[in-house]
């Protein structure tokens, strides 16, 4: 049973259309997070929710919406797509309120901009 | 601005070798140092991690070093196997978040 499961896993589509991300976790964690990792393999924060608390925003342009209905899903919208949000992302969760590090991390979505 | 620097970017090492991976950082607010592995086409997957007040940590194969002095930290991987290959990344948080170093690719030769 996957710990951490987003969907899609492959998402390719045109710059300018608006694409969701969707992203579950079933091991009962107060704090989800959005990576986003380069072609470069570099990762980085964009946002962390604690107990649907938006906790962390880190300089994400807004076209980039993160979503929490409850404890366990942190959905993130993104609007007007560009070629440079080609990436993949990850979705992450931990335990604890206080929690400031990922401990399992979804398969990620990769996203494709044409 | 990277606040957590890895090397080497890529590594081959023998199996049953000895792969070394090192990180440096400079914030002073960091308490804790995790490592994470990643296979292609997986996300991360946390490895072992390290609070300051430790120099050093053990688990199997995996061992970290840390010198708080000088602000440095490596994962060791002793009698490496090919199942090993993947990119290593190591980390740092403070009570805010998570900075990641830039990865090292890992691969062990049959």
């Known amino acids: 049973d996957t710990a951490v499961s987003q969907t899609p896993k492959y998402l390719v589509t045109q710059m300018g259309n608006d694409k969701s991300i969707k992203c579950e976790q079933n091991?009962?964690?107060?704090?989800m997070y959005w990576y986003k990792q380069d072609s470069k393999k570099f990762l980085k924060i964009m946002f962390s929710?604690?107990?649907?608390?938006?906790?962390i925003n880190e300089t994400v342009p807004n076209r980039f919406s993160p979503k929490s209905p409850d404890k366990a899903h942190l959905n993130l919208h993104i609007n007007s797509l560009e070629l440079g949000d080609s990436a993949v992302y990850f979705c992450?969760?931990?335990?604890?309120?206080?929690?400031?590090?990922?401990?399992?991390f979804g398969d990620g979505t990769r996203l494709s901009i044409l | 601005q990277q606040q957590v620097k890895q090397s080497p970017q890529s590594l081959i090492v023998q199996k049953g070798g000895i792969s070394i991976i090192n990180c440096a950082y400079e914030?002073?607010?960091?308490?804790?140092f995790p490592w994470y592995q990643q296979f292609p086409g997986k996300g991360p997957a946390l490895l072992i991690a390290?609070?300051?007040?430790?120099s050093e940590k053990k688990e199997g194969r995996f061992t970290i070093s840390f010198n708080k002095s000088a602000k440095q930290f490596s994962l060791h991987i002793m009698d490496s196997q090919p199942g090993d290959s993947a990119t290593y990344f190591c980390?740092?948080?403070?009570?805010?978040?998570?900075?990641f170093g830039a990865g090292t690719t890992v691969t062990v030769r049959a």
């Open positions: 992450a969760s931990s335990q604890g309120p206080g929690s400031h590090h990922p401990q399992h």
């Open positions: 091991l009962g964690h107060d704090t």
């Open positions: 929710y604690n107990n649907k608390e938006l906790i």
């Open positions: 914030n002073t607010a960091f308490d804790y």
């Open positions: 390290i609070r300051p007040d430790v």
């Open positions: 980390a740092a948080s403070d009570d805010y978040k998570l900075s």
